[in-house]
């Protein structure tokens, strides 16, 4: 152990590490100095006092010496035997002085025998025994990321109990990117460090920083102590929020029902907690299409809000913006395309229409004109167009969208007057959508039918003797057609109608068609006009057609019967003469009588009225002969007067009375005998010579005039024969019909006379025989008025009497 002795005045003193340096003071007063490291082990030597004091060890040991310590402190003991001070434990010197320095210990020696006070002071060197150090072994700071560079954070100072040099020196801050140490003096000299925010921090970058804070002291060696420091770095919303795509994209089938979700969209923030929640919304200054769009400001997802419309609006661009809560914001495009759906039906417009087209239009002709559009896309708005097949007409596509309807046949509207043409255009969507249009066409009429008759021959009946104007038969035609061409006129036609026109004769409503009587009609004159009607319809030009109209006059009674024989002459008397000889069923006379009428008009019966005898004869219902009905006997007046009644079967029946004088009697004298009370006149017998010449006159004429008829007959008959076996000859037998009179209208007398000769009997048999009868069977003509002549004003329609009276049967006793 080197002791290094230090001799000087109490200032003087030298510092040398790791040297123990022991200064032995001058024993001035007693008083030694010495001067001792620190943490010195127990029983280093400190000093020699017997040589620093100059004494020996006797009277150390003699005089019992001691350390004397004023607080008992026992650092320093003491070996009496060697004399040397020696640390008797350990000595901290931070522990004994802290922060004071010098730093020393202060005893006594004390020596016995005789006392002897000695004062040591033992300077305690400081040795670097301690390291710097931090109270707490790591730091946490709370800094937020938004501080700015040069913001200042104090620190904790390191403490070392050394001194001097050993004590506490330096700081080191590690790493040092972010921040930097500073020390600071205080103005009253005192030291603290703080920490300066260099760069800014980021705590999306890094959320902690790990620092560590070394204080070296100025030993040697040199010591340090460190402490961490973590700083956590605290959000500040420096982060706006990100959309995860710059763009998105989307479809949306037109028909999404309001509420479907189509899109989330999100954004994120990298900031922290209530600076990381974001808000979605629509840009302010987006179009109204937000509206058809709802985007929900949590969640981000955009739900349709509307009806959609791909016929309206194909896409839409929304801007969005995703706001966190310090305001920071992100904008974002939403590109929604719509998807065609098949939601519209065609639309079929008519452009123009012929309405109505006329019946006789061509095949071809167009009818209307039509557009047709579907509001869809491709497929769905692809049309195809038609109309039902059973109808004439047919769909042509003259171009896109626009189709005519044309007629494809001849059209008749007396057919079908009216068309529903329905059309019907179907797109090709699936499914399909279709539109129906009814077209309701209507044919107008064109004058294509003249007017029918119900039947081409009409009879109409008239019964004669009507007045004029009085109507006598409806024709009525129809036509087919309509409106004016249907509107029918009758006109009578002209013609000539027994010399006369026929206007004369009859006139035709033009419109009702009713045919008028213009005149009293004769049956007796004409029986039967045909006329021709034309109808005639109110079409340009105007269709016609005819008929032909029999108009049979009926009959009337309007004729009483004529008698024709008996002759009834005003004067002179005609007599039948009937043998007294004569038989039963002896044909008297033939009570001859006509009827211009016909049929029942001019059906006679006979009848007798009066009769001077009723049980001698009688007259033939129908033909008029007036017969004995019993044996004359003598008792029998000779002069018989008969009236005989004429009646047609006329409704009321007309009739004509005969008187005919019957003479019964063998011979003339005897019937002139008779005559003088028969005609109540006396003169005739003067005249009786002329009558007889006369008489005989007539006769010769009446033979004559019967053989004529004879001869007549004959030829008739052979001609009829000729007739028959010409047409085959197998015609049957005419059968006799009395009214054959009907041929009296202006034929003349010949001919009635031979009517009667011919038809007038059922049996040819009993005509010949009347024909051919003697001439004995004679007649006798008395006239009456024997004091005048006969008056010969005959009509012209009864010559026959005139021949009749000629007969040379007859006697016209003329006085
Ligand atoms: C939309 O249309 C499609 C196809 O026609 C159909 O299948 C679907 O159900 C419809 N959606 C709605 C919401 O009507
Ligand atoms: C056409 O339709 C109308 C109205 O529905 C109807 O009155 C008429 O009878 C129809 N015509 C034809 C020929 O079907
Ligand atoms: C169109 O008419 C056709 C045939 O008359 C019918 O089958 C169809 O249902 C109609 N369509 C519409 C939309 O009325
Ligand atoms: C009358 O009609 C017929 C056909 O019914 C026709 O042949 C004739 O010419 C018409 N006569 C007149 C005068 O119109």
Redesign the pocket.
């Known amino acids: 152990m080197g002791v290094i002795c230090c001799v000087g005045g109490k200032n003087t003193f030298s510092w040398w590490p790791l040297l123990l340096c022991i200064c032995v003071a001058e024993i001035a007063l007693g008083q030694v100095r010495y001067s001792l490291p620190e943490e010195m082990a127990t029983g280093s030597v400190v000093g020699n006092i017997i040589q620093d004091l100059g004494l020996d060890i006797k009277r150390l040991k003699s005089g019992r010496a001691r350390i004397f310590t004023e607080d008992g402190s026992e650092y320093i003991g003491l070996n009496a035997d060697k004399g040397t001070l020696v640390v008797a434990k350990r000595i901290d010197r931070e522990e004994l002085c802290k922060q004071v320095s010098p730093c020393s210990l202060h005893f006594q020696i004390i020596i016995e025998n005789p006392m002897e006070l000695h004062r040591i002071d033992v300077e305690i060197t400081d040795i670097n025994d301690n390291a710097p150090f931090f109270s707490k072994k790591e730091y946490d700071f709370q800094v937020i990321e938004s501080a700015s560079p040069g913001a200042r954070y104090s620190l904790e100072s390191a403490k070392d109990p050394d001194v001097a040099h050993n004590t506490l020196q330096t700081y080191k801050l590690n790493p040092t990117d972010h921040f930097k140490l500073n020390v600071v003096s205080r103005p009253d000299g005192t030291k603290y460090i703080e920490m300066v925010l260099q760069t800014s921090l980021d705590r999306e970058k890094q959320e902690e920083h790990k620092l560590t804070l070394t204080a070296f002291d100025g030993g040697n060696p040199q010591k340090s102590g460190s402490v961490k420091i973590n700083v956590v770095v605290l959000d500040a919303n420096d982060n706006a929020p990100v959309f995860t795509q710059s763009v998105y994209r989307v479809t949306v089938p037109e028909n999404a029902s309001r509420g479907t979700v189509i899109l989330r969209v999100s954004a994120t923030d990298n900031d922290k907690g209530a600076n990381n929640e974001v808000a979605y919304s629509f840009s302010k200054h987006t179009d109204s299409a937000s509206s058809l769009f709802n985007i929900d400001p949590h969640t981000g997802e955009i739900t349709v809000n509307d009806v959609l419309d791909y016929e309206k609006a194909k896409r839409y661009e929304i801007d969005i913006e995703a706001t966190d809560k310090g305001g920071l914001t992100d904008t974002s495009k939403v590109l929604i395309e719509v998807t065609d759906l098949n939601d519209n039906?065609p639309v079929i417009s008519i452009i123009s229409l012929s309405n109505p087209i006329p019946e006789n239009s061509a095949a071809d002709t167009v009818i209307a004109m039509l557009n047709i559009k579907d509001l869809d896309s491709d497929k769905n708005g692809q049309i195809r167009c038609f109309i039902?097949k059973d109808l004439p007409f047919k769909i042509k596509s003259s171009s896109t969208n626009f189709y005519s309807l044309i007629s494809d046949d001849v059209l008749d509207r007396e057919t079908v007057p009216e068309y529903n043409i329905?059309i019907?255009a179907m797109d090709e969507g699936s499914p399909p959508f279709?539109?129906?249009k009814t077209i309701n066409l209507k044919i107008s009429d064109v004058n294509d039918n003249p007017p029918m008759f119900t039947q081409l021959l009409s009879t109409a009946f008239i019964t004669e003797n009507n007045s004029p104007g009085m109507s006598i038969h409806s024709i009525k035609a129809s036509d087919k057609d309509s409106g004016n061409n249907a509107r029918i006129s009758y006109f009578l036609e002209e013609s000539q109608l027994n010399g006369l026109s026929a206007s004369a004769y009859f006139s035709v409503n033009a419109e009702s068609g009713e045919i008028l009587a213009m005149r009293s009609f004769d049956y007796e004159q004409t029986k039967e006009f045909n006329i021709r009607v034309k109808a005639q319809d109110g079409g340009s030009p105007p269709l016609s057609s005819n008929v032909t109209v029999k108009i049979l006059i009926q009959d009337q009674n309007d004729n009483p019967p004529q008698v024709l024989y008996p002759v009834q002459t005003g004067g002179s008397l005609v007599a039948e003469m009937v043998p007294r000889s004569a038989d039963v069923g002896y044909l008297v006379t033939k009570v001859v009588a006509v009827d211009v009428d016909s049929g029942q008009n001019a059906w006679l019966s006979y009848k007798l009225q009066k009769a001077t005898d009723r049980a001698l004869f009688e007259v033939g219902l129908q033909n008029g002969e007036i017969r004995t009905i019993r044996q004359v006997t003598d008792k029998d007046a000779v002069k018989q007067r008969l009236t005989v009644i004429v009646e047609d079967n006329g409704q009321p029946s007309r009739s004509a009375t005969v008187i005919v004088n019957v003479v019964v009697a063998d011979s003339f004298p005897e019937v002139l005998s008779e005559f003088t009370d028969f005609t109540q006149d006396k003169e005739y017998n003067d005249n009786l010579t002329f009558y007889l010449v006369l008489a005989l006159a007539v006769v010769s004429f009446l033979f004559i005039t019967c053989l004529v008829v004879i001869i007549s007959v004959k030829i008739y008959r052979w001609r009829r024969e000729q007739v028959f076996y010409k047409s085959s000859g197998n015609l049957p037998v005419i059968p006799y019909y009395p009214p054959l009179y009907a041929d009296v209208g202006g034929t003349g007398t010949l001919k009635q006379a031979l009517s009667y000769e011919v038809y007038g009997t059922t049996d040819s048999r009993m005509s010949d025989m009347k024909c051919s009868r003697p001439f004995s069977q004679s007649t006798l003509t008395v006239d009456h008025s024997a004091t005048r002549t006969v008056p010969r004003q005959v009509p012209e329609s009864e010559n026959i009497l005139t021949e009749v009276r000629s007969s040379p049967s007859l006697f016209h006793l003329n006085p």
């Open positions: 039906a039902s329905t019907t279709s539109t129906n």
